[in-house]
């Protein structure tokens, strides 16, 4: 299973919001030790609205295993784009992340068997999901 983790609210304690856009706050408690957990069992990448770079930094000071998908390391290998690359379809963007042990760190949506994420709501029809506080209008 591939399982992705929101960074902020999740990992990061966020206490101020995004405030100036540094990562300001301590993790959350078990945040650490819920993620080495979650990598014993299962792959897991951190989504983030953030840069890669900065969250990747933030995690290896916790000693992580970190990467971004910047670039594809299966292209890199080669130096040059492989078109038709079954990790990255030769974007130089991987589309799917399954190793174990090692976080990768991307803003962009991948494929994931389950999305932790303090801001969810989780969708089983469209009466419930417009039913929720969160996605009601304000008058």
Known sequence: MTIAV???GVIHRYSR????GTIYDPPLPGAIDGLRAL????AVFIFTTRGPKQVAAWLRAFEFDV???????????????????Q?????????????????LVTNRKLAATAYLD???VRFTDWEQ?????????RS
């Open 39 to 42: 990598m014993d069992r299962d």
């Open 17 to 20: 919001g995004w405030a100036d």
């Open 67 to 85: 990467t971004t998908d910047e670039r594809c390391s299966h292209c890199n290998r080669s130096s040059r784009r492989i078109p038709g690359c």
């Open 87 to 103: 990790h990255c379809e030769g974007t130089g963007l991987l589309t799917f992340w399954n190793p174990r042990g090692q976080l």
């Open 6 to 8: 929101d960074f902020d």
């Open 129 to 137: 999901a417009l039913a929720e506080p969160a996605l009601k209008g």
């Open 118 to 120: 303090d801001r969810a």
